[in-house]
């Protein structure tokens, strides 16, 4: 294919800011960088380093995904090109078998060495469940250990990520999949608040409620999934997920402005108030994806029409956080306002 149509990169200081309750200033738009399992560590830490070059300059790491040694290598590049290591914004996260006391810390430094930085922006915990499953597994695999939130548990590990900010290893610290009753918690008995909290979030599942709430609690809503996750991994799919991007209202928007229907829903997460994080590896398209945040905005006719798309359809599920027999994964996000036991 012709790369002769394709324009260069985007001014990074045309990109909209959040500013986090700190006053710290974070893009609104990163990269994420889980391959779901067929995209090699080493394309993902050239896409890294190619979009750095395009104007990209947040980044959305975690340990599980296997590649933050690959990613830290053009993070070395990067900052020895020129861009200075404050201009960047680069978060990790803490996976489910390092929720011990004794791990957090250990864990950090890890993903820190790997990512060849002396601190993270943000260090978050991926998951609230401490429950252990090998990478890849299939989705009706179960730990024995398995257990449900036990917010005392959480806290002792959220005190240690509170430790690696007085350390200075890490500025701000975050959750990730937690639920209102789940943070109400957190909020009452965190020493430091939570910055920001990744949530699923795209047309299909806008979950206005928790978006809400993290708004008016100064947290910052970071939007995982953002064009609904096509080609995430067969275990993470069921016959009831529905497409995003196959969605008439989305396709119609992307037909008028021109654009891949992917490009539509980044917008739309970001003109709604997240952090939109999507994943690519191909340079036109998270080129696109960058472009699409600092063009010309949705209308707020578009804006209602996709309010009117959400199915509240759940593609990240969990499944294999469930720890007994017989639970639905409906019981990891506190639908009716109470914690699972
Ligand atoms: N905190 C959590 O628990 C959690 C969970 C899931 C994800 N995440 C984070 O969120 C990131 C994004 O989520 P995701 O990877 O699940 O899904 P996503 O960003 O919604 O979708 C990624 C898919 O969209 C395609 N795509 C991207 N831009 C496109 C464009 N402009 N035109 C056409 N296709 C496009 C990509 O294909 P190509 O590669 O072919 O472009 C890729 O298959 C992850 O990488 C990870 O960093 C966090």
Redesign the pocket.
């Known amino acids: 294919m012709s790369t002769t149509s394709i324009p260069p990169g985007v001014d990074p200081a045309l990109v909209p800011l959040r500013t986090l309750y700190t006053g710290a200033r974070m893009p609104a738009i990163g990269l994420?960088?889980?391959g779901?399992d067929h995209?090699s560590a080493g394309e993902i830490a050239a896409a890294v380093k190619d979009a750095a070059s395009l104007g990209y300059r947040h980044f959305?790491c975690a340990s599980v995904y296997g590649n933050e040694d690959r990613i830290g290598e053009s993070f070395r590049e990067i900052i020895g090109g020129g861009i200075r290591r404050e201009e960047l914004w680069v978060t990790s996260?803490l996976w489910n078998d390092k929720h011990g006391e004794a791990d957090v810390i250990a864990s950090c430094r890890k993903s820190l060495a790997d990512l060849q930085l002396d601190y993270l922006d943000m260090y978050l915990i991926?998951?609230p469940f401490p429950n252990f499953h090998p990478p890849g597994c299939d989705v009706g695999s179960r730990s024995p250990d398995a257990r449900p939130y036990i917010h005392e548990n959480y806290m002792r590990t959220w005190r240690q990520l509170e430790k690696l900010v007085e350390m200075g290893l890490v500025r701000h610290i975050g959750t990730?999949?937690m639920t209102i009753p789940k943070l109400k918690l957190l909020l009452r008995d965190a020493r430091i608040k939570p910055a920001v909290n990744?949530l699923e979030m795209?047309p299909h599942m806008q979950q206005p409620e928790l978006s809400e709430f993290l708004h008016g609690r100064g947290i910052e809503p970071i939007a995982?999934?953002?064009?609904?996750?096509?080609?995430?991994p067969e275990r993470d799919r069921t016959p009831e997920d529905t497409v995003d991007v196959e969605d008439p209202v989305i396709l119609a928007i992307a037909r008028r402005l021109g654009v891949?229907p992917?490009?539509v829903c980044v917008k739309w997460a970001c003109q709604a108030g997240a952090t939109p994080?999507?994943?690519?590896?191909?340079h036109r398209?998270?080129l696109?994806?960058l472009q699409g945040v600092v063009g010309a905005p949705l209308t707020a006719d578009d804006m209602r029409a996709i309010a009117g798309v959400d199915r509240n359809c759940r593609l990240?599920k969990g499944q294999v956080f469930l720890w007994k027999a017989g639970q639905s994964w409906e019981d990891l996000w506190d639908l009716d306002g109470m914690i699972k036991q």
């Open positions: 994420g960088t889980f779901s995209v959305d996260k991926h998951w990730s999949n990744e795209h995982y999934s953002p064009i609904g996750s096509p080609g995430r891949h992917a490009v994080i999507p994943f690519s590896a191909k398209n998270y696109a994806n990240i």
